[in-house]
């Protein structure tokens, strides 16, 4: 009797390590080239003259998409726990107000 129980609880606390989604090859190829076309865009607009200073956040933007799709699918992000994302996520939200405080802190917000 006492064994039954032992068994049971030791078959509770298993743990699923296996992964039921990965993209396929097709997936990774269709990401491979949404991020060439995203770079060729990127290059494309940095030979817009008129959009000036408006370059940075249009650049800033197609950065964030492509940066997503590498964190998603690259680094298997998409398929794992929320908490790694969360946590990854954290880390870029804190480098990108870093980087804002720190262009506050020199005026760049002010050059012009």
Not at 44 to 66: H, N, R
């Amino acid at each position: 009797m006492a064994m039954q129980n032992i068994n049971k609880a030791s078959d509770s606390t298993k743990v699923d390590t296996s992964h039921s989604e990965h993209p396929s090859a097709v997936t990774y190829f269709k990401v491979a080239v949404a991020l060439c076309l995203l770079t060729g865009l990127e290059v494309v607009v940095f030979f817009f003259e008129w959009l000036s200073y408006g370059i940075i956040p249009v650049l800033a933007v197609l950065s964030v998409v492509k940066f997503a799709l590498v964190i998603m699918f690259y680094m298997h992000l998409k398929y794992d726990h929320r908490l790694f994302s969360t946590l990854f996520l954290t880390g870029l939200f804190l480098a990108i107000g870093v980087i804002f405080a720190l262009m506050a802190l020199f005026g760049w917000f002010n050059a012009g």
